[in-house]
């Protein structure tokens, strides 16, 4: 946000193609995560456990369906130096969704904690 309200068009084409970039290591690391956090909760029935296990799923379809294609959207057009109103649009949509899943992840953690703790006072 701080490269599109004060950096030059070549900035924000960078920031873009960077963001893009570290997409190809973001998805496989939460890949990875999510599918160590379903084997260890695979068998777990408990509030947190149900509530991560129901997040995921959208948490990845936000992902795979709104973030990665926003990406290389945003990055293509910042690359031709278009920042119309579309542009903007996609962005915005962007932000929230990425605001969402941020959301989603911090619950996850946060029942996570929880989960962690539960069981360090169980044993």
Same mark, same amino acid.
């Given at each position: 946000?701080?490269?599109?309200? *004060? ?6 084409? *960078? ?9 190809? @290591? ?37 992902? *795979?369906?709104?973030? *990665? ?10 690359? =031709?130096?278009?920042?119309?109103? @579309?542009?903007?649009? @996609? ?7 990425? @605001? ?10 946060? =029942? ?12």
């Amino acid at each position: 946000m701080l490269s599109e309200a *004060l950096g030059t068009p070549e900035t924000i084409a *960078l920031v873009k193609s960077r963001i893009l970039m570290g997409m190809f @290591v973001l998805i496989p690391a939460m890949a990875i995560a999510g599918g160590f956090g379903m084997a260890i909760g695979r068998r777990r029935k408990d509030a947190p456990a149900v509530a991560k296990k129901k997040r995921m799923p959208l948490i990845a379809a936000n992902g *795979l369906m709104v973030l *990665l294609p926003a990406a290389f959207f945003l990055e293509a057009r910042a690359s =031709d130096g278009n920042f119309d109103g @579309v542009f903007v649009i @996609v962005q915005g949509i962007e932000l929230l969704a990425g @605001v969402l899943n941020l959301t989603m992840m911090g619950l996850n953690i946060r =029942d996570g904690s929880r989960m962690a703790a539960r069981r360090k006072s169980q044993a």
